[in-house]
């Protein structure tokens, strides 16, 4: 039955035109919902797959730069084009990109990545997983030992992972008390 649906699906959407082509890219265009409101702004993009058209609108006097709407196409109504090829005006001309400098960039993302890729336990719940993040957000030295959070190589944080659930390593010093106190404050903003 869910593959009927799919075929239905995909038939509907062949049978009508592309959405590239009834809202063209750097068109101003003003579109009626069925909310009865109006939305004006240049087209970014449009997306088959979900549907929708993006709007971008500059805006004046404000330290944003633009305004994006997300619009289901079968929330119009009504559009109206204000200009065709209005968007090349706002466009910024790109830049010489060398095939180092993409190489480079390449080897810096999947760097980032592999980084963020250690900070993930598949064994800790969401939960831990949260009071993770932010303990390396804010503490920078964090690290799983197991299914427990080691932070600044002094404080142990054990499922489930409550205020309750930190503790001083036996090694780590009397200094190390303001630390506790600071992990638990952070452990203790969860949700």
Known sequence: CRFVSHV??????????????TYPVNSLLELTLKS?????????????????VVLKKSLNHTTLASEVFVIQANAVTSKEVIEENAGEKESIPLGTITKKALEQQ????????????????????????????RLLKACNQVEWTGESILVLNQIQVDPPYGVENCRLLSDAGRQSEGSLDRVKKIVGHST
């Open 8 to 21: 239905h699906d995909a038939i509907v959407r062949m049978s009508r035109p592309a959405l590239c082509k």
């Open 106 to 133: 390449e080897r810096r993302a999947i760097k980032l990545a592999e980084e963020a890729l250690q900070h993930i336990n598949q064994k800790a719940s969401p939960a831990g997983q949260a009071v993770f993040d």
């Open 36 to 52: 009865n409101e109006k939305v004006r702004g240049v087209v970014y993009c449009t997306d088959e797959v979900s549907q929708t």
